[in-house]
Protein backbone atom coordinates (compact mmCIF):
# COMPACT_ATOMS: atom_id res chain seq x y z
CA UNK A 1 0.00 0.00 0.00
CA UNK A 2 1.68 3.64 -1.00
CA UNK A 3 1.31 6.71 0.77
CA UNK A 4 -1.60 7.92 -1.45
CA UNK A 5 -3.58 4.51 -1.04
CA UNK A 6 -2.47 4.81 2.92
CA UNK A 7 -4.53 8.13 3.22
CA UNK A 8 -7.29 6.96 1.33
CA UNK A 9 -7.72 4.14 4.11
CA UNK A 10 -10.61 4.46 6.12
CA UNK A 11 -10.71 1.86 8.62
CA UNK A 12 -14.27 0.53 8.82
CA UNK A 13 -13.83 0.41 13.29
CA UNK A 14 -12.92 4.43 13.01
CA UNK A 15 -15.38 5.69 10.69
CA UNK A 16 -18.04 6.56 13.14
CA UNK A 17 -14.89 8.21 15.32
CA UNK A 18 -13.81 10.11 12.46
CA UNK A 19 -17.27 11.61 11.57
CA UNK A 20 -17.98 12.67 14.90
CA UNK A 21 -14.38 14.20 15.09
CA UNK A 22 -15.35 16.23 11.68
CA UNK A 23 -18.24 17.38 13.17
CA UNK A 24 -16.51 18.82 16.65
CA UNK A 25 -13.47 20.66 14.30
CA UNK A 26 -16.76 22.33 12.09
CA UNK A 27 -18.56 23.63 15.85
CA UNK A 28 -14.95 24.48 16.42
CA UNK A 29 -14.04 26.72 13.76
CA UNK A 30 -17.52 28.37 14.07
CA UNK A 31 -16.18 29.54 17.81
CA UNK A 32 -14.83 32.45 18.65
CA UNK A 33 -11.41 31.75 19.94
CA UNK A 34 -10.25 32.40 23.23
CA UNK A 35 -7.16 33.89 24.38
CA UNK A 36 -7.61 33.26 27.90
CA UNK A 37 -3.74 32.25 28.65
CA UNK A 38 -4.66 30.16 31.91
CA UNK A 39 -6.87 28.10 30.22
CA UNK A 40 -4.38 27.49 27.44
CA UNK A 41 -1.73 26.56 30.59
CA UNK A 42 -4.49 24.02 32.32
CA UNK A 43 -5.37 22.56 28.29
CA UNK A 44 -1.14 21.57 27.86
CA UNK A 45 0.33 20.97 31.55
CA UNK A 46 -1.90 18.51 32.36
CA UNK A 47 -1.33 16.21 29.36
CA UNK A 48 2.40 17.25 29.81
CA UNK A 49 1.92 16.12 33.57
CA UNK A 50 0.48 12.57 32.64
CA UNK A 51 2.87 12.10 30.04
CA UNK A 52 5.78 12.18 32.40
CA UNK A 53 4.18 9.95 34.72
CA UNK A 54 3.51 7.87 32.25
CA UNK A 55 6.77 7.44 31.30
CA UNK A 56 8.67 7.28 34.50
CA UNK A 57 6.33 4.28 35.53
CA UNK A 58 7.43 2.94 32.43
CA UNK A 59 11.17 3.54 32.77
CA UNK A 60 11.29 2.20 36.67
CA UNK A 61 9.17 -0.79 35.49
CA UNK A 62 11.62 -1.40 32.35
CA UNK A 63 14.43 -1.37 35.38
CA UNK A 64 12.61 -3.93 37.68
CA UNK A 65 12.25 -6.08 34.83
CA UNK A 66 15.95 -5.95 33.72
CA UNK A 67 16.96 -6.33 37.29
CA UNK A 68 14.94 -9.24 37.42
CA UNK A 69 16.31 -10.77 34.56
CA UNK A 70 19.86 -10.02 35.60
CA UNK A 71 19.50 -11.85 38.40
CA UNK A 72 18.31 -14.63 36.74
CA UNK A 73 20.81 -15.16 34.46
CA UNK A 74 23.13 -15.29 37.32
CA UNK A 75 21.82 -17.81 39.15
CA UNK A 76 21.54 -19.65 35.69
CA UNK A 77 25.01 -19.21 34.97
CA UNK A 78 25.72 -21.00 38.70
CA UNK A 79 23.19 -24.05 37.91
CA UNK A 80 25.32 -24.71 34.69
CA UNK A 81 28.62 -24.43 36.70
CA UNK A 82 27.32 -27.16 39.14
CA UNK A 83 25.92 -29.44 36.62
CA UNK A 84 29.57 -28.98 34.57
CA UNK A 85 31.12 -29.80 37.87
CA UNK A 86 28.85 -33.35 38.59
CA UNK A 87 29.37 -34.02 34.56
CA UNK A 88 32.91 -34.14 34.57
CA UNK A 89 32.58 -36.24 38.23
CA UNK A 90 30.77 -38.62 36.40
CA UNK A 91 32.82 -38.97 33.30
CA UNK A 92 35.88 -39.53 35.77
CA UNK A 93 33.52 -42.22 37.38
CA UNK A 94 32.29 -43.95 34.18
CA UNK A 95 36.07 -44.00 32.99
CA UNK A 96 37.64 -45.55 36.47
CA UNK A 97 34.72 -48.54 36.33
CA UNK A 98 35.74 -49.43 32.30
CA UNK A 99 38.98 -49.32 33.73
CA UNK A 100 38.10 -51.68 36.32
CA UNK A 101 35.96 -53.73 34.07
CA UNK A 102 38.43 -54.43 31.61
CA UNK A 103 41.19 -55.31 34.50
CA UNK A 104 37.98 -58.00 35.58
CA UNK A 105 37.46 -59.47 32.35
CA UNK A 106 41.52 -60.11 31.77
CA UNK A 107 41.96 -61.46 35.50
CA UNK A 108 39.06 -63.57 34.52
CA UNK A 109 41.21 -65.12 31.14
CA UNK A 110 43.98 -65.62 32.57
CA UNK A 111 41.66 -67.84 35.63
CA UNK A 112 39.75 -69.71 32.85
CA UNK A 113 43.35 -70.49 31.23
CA UNK A 114 44.76 -71.77 34.95
CA UNK A 115 41.43 -73.59 35.34
CA UNK A 116 41.85 -75.42 32.62
CA UNK A 117 45.47 -76.58 33.22
CA UNK A 118 44.35 -77.52 36.36
CA UNK A 119 42.00 -79.80 34.96
CA UNK A 120 44.44 -81.38 32.44
CA UNK A 121 46.72 -81.49 35.36
CA UNK A 122 44.06 -83.83 37.34
CA UNK A 123 42.95 -85.81 34.50
CA UNK A 124 46.88 -86.76 34.03
CA UNK A 125 47.24 -87.45 37.66
CA UNK A 126 43.69 -89.29 37.77
CA UNK A 127 45.20 -91.62 35.13
CA UNK A 128 48.58 -91.60 36.74
CA UNK A 129 46.54 -93.43 40.11
CA UNK A 130 44.50 -95.82 37.87
CA UNK A 131 48.04 -97.14 36.37
CA UNK A 132 49.55 -97.35 39.52
CA UNK A 133 46.80 -99.00 40.90
CA UNK A 134 46.53 -101.51 38.68
CA UNK A 135 50.32 -102.51 38.80
CA UNK A 136 49.89 -102.81 42.25
CA UNK A 137 47.20 -105.40 41.74
CA UNK A 138 49.39 -107.09 39.28
CA UNK A 139 52.60 -106.98 41.94
CA UNK A 140 50.41 -108.83 44.90
CA UNK A 141 48.69 -111.33 42.36
CA UNK A 142 52.34 -112.03 41.30
CA UNK A 143 53.64 -112.34 44.83
CA UNK A 144 56.27 -109.81 44.05
CA UNK A 145 58.82 -108.20 45.86
CA UNK A 146 57.00 -106.41 48.63
CA UNK A 147 59.51 -103.59 49.12
CA UNK A 148 58.70 -102.47 45.60
CA UNK A 149 54.57 -103.03 46.27
CA UNK A 150 55.55 -100.49 49.21
CA UNK A 151 57.20 -98.15 47.01
CA UNK A 152 54.27 -98.40 44.72
CA UNK A 153 51.54 -97.70 47.44
CA UNK A 154 53.72 -94.65 48.88
CA UNK A 155 53.83 -93.14 45.47
CA UNK A 156 49.88 -93.96 44.75
CA UNK A 157 49.05 -91.72 48.45
CA UNK A 158 51.30 -88.81 47.02
CA UNK A 159 49.47 -89.24 44.10
CA UNK A 160 46.00 -89.38 45.90
CA UNK A 161 47.07 -85.98 47.87
CA UNK A 162 47.96 -84.57 44.72
CA UNK A 163 44.78 -84.83 43.32
CA UNK A 164 43.09 -83.89 46.29
CA UNK A 165 45.35 -80.67 46.55
CA UNK A 166 44.34 -80.10 42.67
CA UNK A 167 41.04 -80.70 43.34
CA UNK A 168 40.64 -78.13 46.20
CA UNK A 169 42.75 -75.42 43.54
CA UNK A 170 39.96 -76.12 40.95
CA UNK A 171 37.36 -75.53 43.35
CA UNK A 172 39.18 -72.26 44.43
CA UNK A 173 39.88 -71.06 40.71
CA UNK A 174 35.83 -71.43 40.01
CA UNK A 175 34.81 -70.00 43.00
CA UNK A 176 37.01 -66.82 42.26
CA UNK A 177 35.74 -66.99 38.60
CA UNK A 178 32.42 -66.78 39.42
CA UNK A 179 32.87 -63.96 41.93
CA UNK A 180 34.52 -62.18 39.25
CA UNK A 181 31.64 -62.78 36.89
CA UNK A 182 29.62 -61.06 39.96
CA UNK A 183 31.82 -58.31 40.02
CA UNK A 184 31.35 -57.43 36.13
CA UNK A 185 27.74 -57.83 36.08
CA UNK A 186 27.53 -55.54 38.77
CA UNK A 187 30.40 -52.95 37.21
CA UNK A 188 28.40 -52.85 33.86
CA UNK A 189 25.01 -51.88 36.09
CA UNK A 190 26.85 -49.03 37.51
CA UNK A 191 28.26 -47.89 34.21
CA UNK A 192 24.76 -48.04 32.59
CA UNK A 193 23.38 -45.73 35.53
CA UNK A 194 26.12 -43.55 35.54
CA UNK A 195 25.33 -43.37 31.68
CA UNK A 196 21.49 -42.68 32.00
CA UNK A 197 22.86 -39.99 34.97
CA UNK A 198 25.36 -38.79 32.52
CA UNK A 199 22.41 -38.38 29.57
CA UNK A 200 20.32 -36.50 32.39
CA UNK A 201 22.69 -34.23 33.25
CA UNK A 202 23.35 -33.59 29.44
CA UNK A 203 19.53 -32.68 28.91
CA UNK A 204 19.85 -30.40 31.97
CA UNK A 205 22.89 -28.57 30.53
CA UNK A 206 20.77 -28.50 26.93
CA UNK A 207 18.03 -26.62 29.05
CA UNK A 208 19.92 -24.62 31.35
CA UNK A 209 21.77 -22.88 28.32
CA UNK A 210 18.38 -22.48 26.18
CA UNK A 211 17.36 -20.56 29.09
CA UNK A 212 20.18 -18.48 29.62
CA UNK A 213 20.55 -17.66 25.99
CA UNK A 214 16.55 -16.73 26.16
CA UNK A 215 17.38 -14.34 29.34
CA UNK A 216 20.79 -12.88 27.17
CA UNK A 217 18.04 -12.42 23.81
CA UNK A 218 15.43 -10.37 26.96
CA UNK A 219 18.49 -8.21 27.43
CA UNK A 220 19.04 -6.69 23.92
CA UNK A 221 15.01 -5.98 23.51
CA UNK A 222 13.45 -3.21 24.89
CA UNK A 223 9.55 -3.83 25.95
CA UNK A 224 6.44 -1.67 25.48
CA UNK A 225 3.15 -2.98 27.27
CA UNK A 226 -0.10 -2.44 25.69
CA UNK A 227 -3.97 -2.90 26.64
CA UNK A 228 -6.44 -2.92 23.88
CA UNK A 229 -10.42 -2.53 23.95
CA UNK A 230 -12.06 -4.11 21.54
CA UNK A 231 -12.88 -1.71 18.29
CA UNK A 232 -11.22 1.42 20.53
CA UNK A 233 -9.11 2.19 17.54
CA UNK A 234 -5.93 1.89 17.10
CA UNK A 235 -3.40 2.66 19.72
CA UNK A 236 0.89 3.87 19.51
CA UNK A 237 3.17 1.52 21.09
CA UNK A 238 6.33 2.65 20.03
CA UNK A 239 6.54 3.44 16.55
CA UNK A 240 3.57 1.00 15.90
CA UNK A 241 -0.04 1.29 15.88
CA UNK A 242 -2.14 -1.66 17.55
CA UNK A 243 -6.02 -1.96 17.03
CA UNK A 244 -7.67 -4.88 18.74
CA UNK A 245 -10.41 -6.06 16.19
CA UNK A 246 -12.70 -8.91 18.59
CA UNK A 247 -11.40 -12.05 21.30
CA UNK A 248 -12.19 -15.22 21.59
CA UNK A 249 -12.03 -15.15 25.34
CA UNK A 250 -13.27 -18.86 25.68
CA UNK A 251 -10.44 -19.99 23.43
CA UNK A 252 -7.82 -17.65 24.17
CA UNK A 253 -8.02 -16.26 20.87
CA UNK A 254 -8.01 -12.55 19.01
CA UNK A 255 -7.96 -10.98 15.91
CA UNK A 256 -5.31 -7.61 15.61
CA UNK A 257 -4.64 -5.14 12.93
CA UNK A 258 -0.93 -3.69 12.93
CA UNK A 259 -0.55 -0.74 11.38
CA UNK A 260 3.67 -0.32 10.68
CA UNK A 261 6.06 0.97 8.58
CA UNK A 262 3.18 2.87 6.39
CA UNK A 263 1.52 -0.97 5.72
CA UNK A 264 -1.42 -2.32 7.68
CA UNK A 265 -1.51 -6.26 8.69
CA UNK A 266 -4.28 -8.39 9.94
CA UNK A 267 -3.73 -11.12 12.33
CA UNK A 268 -6.61 -13.31 12.77
CA UNK A 269 -7.42 -15.98 15.36
CA UNK A 270 -3.75 -15.72 17.33
CA UNK A 271 -3.75 -17.52 20.66
CA UNK A 272 -1.64 -16.24 24.08
CA UNK A 273 1.80 -16.13 23.74
CA UNK A 274 2.21 -16.63 20.67
CA UNK A 275 4.42 -14.18 19.30
CA UNK A 276 3.54 -12.12 16.19
CA UNK A 277 7.02 -11.44 14.45
CA UNK A 278 7.55 -8.33 11.44
CA UNK A 279 10.17 -6.70 9.76
CA UNK A 280 10.69 -2.92 10.11
CA UNK A 281 13.08 -1.31 7.73
CA UNK A 282 16.44 -1.00 8.54
CA UNK A 283 16.30 -3.35 11.25
CA UNK A 284 17.86 -7.01 11.11
CA UNK A 285 16.20 -8.26 13.53
CA UNK A 286 12.21 -8.25 13.56
CA UNK A 287 9.82 -6.88 16.26
CA UNK A 288 7.51 -9.11 18.30
CA UNK A 289 3.84 -8.41 19.79
CA UNK A 290 2.98 -10.84 22.17
CA UNK A 291 -0.53 -10.65 24.34
CA UNK A 292 -0.35 -12.41 27.40
CA UNK A 293 -4.26 -12.13 28.55
CA UNK A 294 -7.50 -12.38 26.83
CA UNK A 295 -10.65 -11.26 28.10
CA UNK A 296 -13.75 -10.17 27.24
CA UNK A 297 -13.56 -7.31 24.38
CA UNK A 298 -9.53 -6.34 26.25
CA UNK A 299 -6.26 -8.06 25.13
CA UNK A 300 -3.06 -7.17 27.50
CA UNK A 301 0.37 -7.75 26.27
CA UNK A 302 3.79 -6.33 25.30
CA UNK A 303 5.20 -5.08 21.77
CA UNK A 304 9.15 -6.31 21.85
CA UNK A 305 11.70 -4.30 19.79
CA UNK A 306 15.52 -4.55 18.89
CA UNK A 307 17.85 -2.47 21.39
CA UNK A 308 19.34 -0.04 19.22
Do not use: C
Not at 120 to 147: F, H, P, V
Not at 280 to 292: C, F, L, S
Amino acid sequence: MNTDELKQFTDPLLGGVSDTRNGREKRRANEPERSDSGNLKLMYGVPLVLILGVLGFLLYQAQQQIGTLSHELSQNKVQVEEITTDLKKSQAEIMNLNEGLESSKDQLVSQNRALKQYKNLYSGLKSDQEQQTAEIEAITLEKADRTEVNALKNETTQLQEQVMQTEGKVTEVSQQADQNRTQIAQSQAKIEENQTQLASVKESVSFNSQEIAGVKRSLERDYYNFELQEKGGYMKVFDVSLSLKDTDWKRRQFDMYLLADGKVMQKKDHSINEPIQFYIAGQKKPYEVVVTRVDRKMVVGYLSVPKG
